[in-house]
């Protein structure tokens, strides 16, 4: 009988690297045929916080390794995340600027995100830095879609990203790159990691720097609008990340885990007076864990971390806001193989959110405790994962969330899935407390998703097709009339995401389109409309060929229009933009890659009144040695 759970010991995390066989992540495709996606079946651990590979998984996931991350040239992590399915992204001007993601049209307060296991994000803003974490250091990203609430709590409605730092790979691997371009762009980054029989160590930095463009064509008091400012100036942005993680396992199935990664910010931006026009960061994450393992029937694993967010914003060099948060977090989790086909997993989590902030918040600190349970099964052609928690939360008492989900393998290499859930997301400190916005009355959202996916995976290409539909109820939005958050009422999204990727004469090609109908159903004047920057309709297109020591590969990405305001007055155009990349390697380990950044000059926005870059090149010499 095939063992179809994994225990996640060091051995199997090796494995990461030949990601050809996820099913669903189409976006992102390493330069190999097709084929060979049948025999190199990554692991994925985000999904059910329990290792499976790829094909096992009943989630819509999406993974980028670090292959793809150098094939693209990505210079941010907006720049991997665009265009993958489910995924809608808003910029407030470029590099260094504030990102909001949109997961299934969810909102940008609805995706938990980790960083090596550790819930990152501010706890009064409710949302993740994307802006600044720190590419050259990533090893690998899993984007899981749809409701997570039933195995880590408040946030997963829209679903789960976990952002992987880099660790010890075989042997000593050092790496190191430069570049610059555009905009006054430069960046680098230098690493070393080390790997023995037992232990594991790995070191890394990097920093970028930009002098940037004008952020924002804002509109000044009164009837202002964007910035609500005229600032014609370049806004820049200047970023450095360093990364630590080290490990030891034991003969004896004990293995110890640890690492730290600290980035800092300083960036321009266009604000009035009350707003500010600079801000400083910082972010850091630290984390370690335990795990022990008796032979294949049981995992324990006890793990805990911290992330820090603090910011400081400035008007003019003078400084007029504070505000610092940290999240601890402690997880102890129980896998129980009961047979080779049968996991069951019961865990205990532990988060406290603390605010340190020149803003006086009513109230500074609270703490969630939750239980949870899962069982993982397999009945010949037939999977079914099923999940129940309960958290207990300091302000807003018990909530209680579940999941089940089901996979029928009902010919070779065809798989239908289905699932459902539903989740729950906690009002932030600023949606409570923010003075003179705040409204202590709020209550959490909740949500209840339905999906249901059919996935191929032939000799001549992979593909996916997944409809759903998600339902937020008490949904928190500002109501102009009190000048406070409010519960609304109820959100509808509905969607369908498919995937595509093949290879034909040489050329690996991959295609995704995600289709939206994101919906405000509350009572009121807004009732109908499409909920704020959210775009309906978005396209993606790889095609990239190796030609020995050249490379080239181009992507295409197309998004409908969206709306900036609730009331669905202020329309964003749709805009489709052209990226050329470019690779040459000089020996085995020094290659020299150049990419052309919206190759055609396309104008385009997605937040009203913010620019986003127009055509650019940016060129970085890369040394990394084969394993």
């Known amino acids: 009988m095939k063992k179809r759970y994994t225990t996640l010991l060091p051995a199997s995390l090796t494995r990461f690297t030949p990601l050809l066989g996820v099913l669903l992540s189409a976006p992102l495709l390493t330069s190999q045929a097709v084929l060979a996606a049948t025999k190199l079946d990554p692991v994925i651990v985000t999904a059910a916080r329990t290792a499976q590979t ?265 400084l007029i806001g504070r505000i610092n948060t940290q999240r601890d977090t402690l997880s102890l989790q129980s896998d129980h193989f009961i047979t080779d086909n049968h996991l069951v997993t019961i865990g205990a989590d532990y988060q406290d959110d603390r605010v340190d902030s020149a803003t006086a918040y009513v109230v500074t600190d609270r703490d969630n405790r939750g239980l949870f349970t899962q069982y993982q099964g397999s009945f010949a052609a037939h999977d079914i994962e099923v999940s ?55 209550e959490p959202e909740t949500s209840r998703s339905a999906e249901l996916g059919l996935r191929g995976h032939m000799d001549w290409a992979s593909w996916s097709v997944n409809l759903y539909e998600t339902r937020v109820k008490k949904l928190i939005a500002f109501d102009a009339a009190t000048f406070a958050p409010v519960n609304v009422g109820e959100a509808r999204m509905r969607g369908i995401e498919t995937t595509l990727t093949t290879q034909i004469s040489a050329w690996n090609l991959s295609a995704n389109l995600t289709l939206l109908d994101p919906k405000d159903r509350s009572s009121g004047a807004n009732k109908g409309n499409t909920l704020a920057r959210r775009t309906k309709q978005s396209l993606r297109f790889d095609a990239d060929r190796d030609f020995g020591k050249y490379g080239i590969g181009a992507t295409l990405l197309a998004e409908g229009k969206r709306y900036d305001d609730s009331a669905n007055t202020r329309k964003i155009s749709g805009y489709s933009t052209i990226d050329f990349r470019a690779q040459y390697r000089l020996t085995k380990a020094w290659k020299l890659q150049a990419r052309i950044e919206n190759l055609l000059d396309k104008e385009y926005e997605t937040a009203s009144f913010y620019n986003q870059p127009g055509r650019s090149f940016f060129v970085t010499l890369r040394y990394q040695p084969q394993a």
């Not at 928690?389 to 065809?414: I, P």
């Open 388 to 442: 129940l928690r309960s958290d207990d939360n300091e302000q807003f008492g018990k909530r209680t969330t579940g999941g089940a989900a089901w996979g029928w393998a009902f010919a070779k290499n065809l798989r239908v899935t289905a699932a459902y859930g539903t989740a729950f997301k906690a009002p932030t400190f600023n949606e409570l407390y923010w003075p003179g916005f705040g409204n202590p009355d709020l």
């Open 54 to 318: 790829s094909d096992e998984t009943l989630a819509a996931v999406t993974v980028i390794n670090r292959d793809d991350i150098e094939r693209q040239q990505a210079r941010s992590v907006q720049d991997i995340l665009r265009g993958v399915p489910g995924v809608s992204i808003s910029n407030n001007g470029g590099a260094g600027k504030v990102t909001s993601l949109f997961l299934r049209g969810t909102e940008s307060d609805h995706v938990l995100v980790l960083i090596d296991g550790v819930k990152v994000g501010s706890a009064t803003a409710g949302t993740a830095a994307f802006q600044d974490m720190p590419v050259e250091l990533i090893e690998r990203i899993e984007i899981v879609r749809g409701p997570r609430s039933s195995l880590y709590g408040s946030e997963a409605v829209g679903g789960v990203i976990q952002i992987f730092t880099r660790k010890g790979s075989a042997a000593s691997k050092p790496f190191f790159t430069i570049g610059g371009g555009s905009y006054g762009s430069a960046e680098a980054s230098i690493g070393v990691s080390e790997r023995g029989e037992n232990g594991w160590f790995s070191a890394s930095a990097s920093g970028a720097s930009t002098d940037g463009f004008n952020a924002c064509d804002g509109k000044p008091f009164p009837g202002g609008a964007g910035c609500f400012t005229i600032e014609p100036d370049k806004d820049g942005n200047r970023t450095q990340s360093r990364s630590l993680r080290a490990g030891y396992r034991t003969q004896f199935g004990l293995e110890v885990d640890a690492h730290a990664l600290r980035t800092s910010s300083e960036t321009e931006f266009d604000g009035s007076a009350f707003s500010g026009n600079e801000s400083e960061s910082l972010q850091d994450v630290l984390g370690a864990t335990i795990r022990y393992s008796l032979a294949d029937i049981w995992q324990l694993t006890l793990s805990g971390g911290r992330s820090l967010d603090e910011s400081d914003t400035l008007k003019d060099g003078i």
